[in-house]
């Protein structure tokens, strides 16, 4: 484990995939910093997100070892329900799509070891077959995962309507509100959350307040913006600043951000991205959704430009794509965006550069 003020943060070290959605095979070792993964639209981005997230956020804060086979599957099958919510509610209904019985087995492989593995079959309804390895209570160790579409303009309600009420959203809404509602943590801010903060704070030039779980941009010589009279991207970055106020977003934490340039200014892009760059170094380990040419672009820098990146941050590029003769989704990692190659973000900017170069020169 890396070890950050004396304290083991737990990390992913690797995602296996057989049949699971359009995933055939798959085994994924990831970078204990940030991953950034690419490809385009249908080729299981998000899928890799939504699997390891409902894998882990069992096993986050309040987790007890002693807990029975029975309770441990329904957590498990429980969350990738809520997550994925497959017609039905049936699990089964995740299984590759082929002809006939088939199964999914999936895990997660964490440091020292440590495996959480899933298996069923794809006439499963809400059964699964779960194996722990070595694995005990992480402590404070949590998951959270931030999906394209804002919440924190929706806290003061969202949570106790989704508990009383058939609402059709992804269960990572629900648990990101629960983390929203948490008040702020006592005693001053660590070095690493002031670096962080004001790496979010320059962008957002005030700071984030909480009353009555409503919440409020309160800059400095002026008045308190309510959420609601925000754009979409300042309101993403005013929920990763409470987070990291609150304390629910820490060096124990590993961090799902899927496509966080939506509703972004590209003018944000390179502070956003200098901010998760902060995140890494305070021991958060990072994966990163993209279709975005400036994401992929402030990151590869960092990678091909040793001075930018003095801590020698581990960032891989991920990019998932289909074989042109079998349709499968196959995948490729590489230390550089540049050395990818299948790079749908740069190809469509080499092509667009072309069809210009064409209306300028003729054919």
């Known amino acids: 484990m890396i070890k950050y003020m004396g304290v083991d943060s737990v990390k992913v070290n690797k995602l296996t995939l057989s049949n699971f959605m359009l995933f055939e095979n798959a085994e994924i070792d990831w970078s204990k910093n940030i991953n950034v993964i690419c490809g385009e639209n249908s080729t299981g981005k998000t899928t890799l997100l939504k699997v390891m997230y409902s894998v882990l956020k069992p096993l986050g804060k309040g987790y007890k070892e002693a807990v029975s086979k029975e309770i441990e599957e329904k957590m498990f099958v429980d969350k990738l329900q809520g997550v994925f919510r497959p017609d039905g509610m ?16 999936f895990s997660v492989l964490l440091d020292k070891n440590q495996q959480i593995s ?57 648990d990101l509100t629960k983390l929203l509602d948490r008040p702020l943590s006592k005693g001053p801010n660590t070095n690493e959350q002031n670096e962080v903060l004001k790496s979010f704070e320059d962008i957002m030039k005030g700071q984030i307040v909480q009353k009555d779980k409503k919440f409020f941009l309160k800059i400095k010589g002026e008045s308190e913006f309510e959420m609601g009279l925000l754009s979409d991207g300042y309101r993403k970055l005013s929920m990763i600043i409470y987070m990291i106020s609150s304390g629910s977003l820490n060096k124990n934490t590993i961090l799902f951000w899927d ?3 939506t509703n972004m200014n590209p003018k944000m892009i390179r502070p956003i991205v200098q901010a998760l760059v902060a995140l890494a170094k305070m021991g958060v380990q990072i994966f990163v959704t993209t279709h975005d040419y400036f994401v992929q672009q402030e990151f590869n820098m960092l990678t091909v430009y040793p001075e930018l990146n003095p801590e020698h941050l581990d960032i891989r590029f991920i990019s998932l794509y289909r074989d042109e003769q079998t349709n499968a989704v196959e995948f490729e ?3 550089t965006a540049s050395d990818l190659k299948y790079n749908a973000i740069m190809q469509e900017f080499d092509a667009m550069y072309d069809r210009e170069q064409r209306i300028i020169y003729g054919n």
């Open 90 to 105: 049936k699990i089964g209904r995740l299984v590759s799509r082929k002809q006939g019985s088939n199964r999914t087995d």
């Open 118 to 174: 899933v298996g069923f079959g794809n006439r499963q309804e809400n059964h699964a077959d779960i194996k722990m390895e070595r694995i005990k209570s992480l402590g404070n160790f949590d998951v959270i995962y931030i999906p394209t579409k804002e919440m924190i303009s929706t806290t003061e309600h969202f949570a106790s309507l989704y508990e009383d009420y058939h609402i059709d959203f992804e269960e990572m809404y629900y």
């Open 259 to 261: 496509e966080p340039e």
């Open 333 to 335: 990692m590489e230390r």
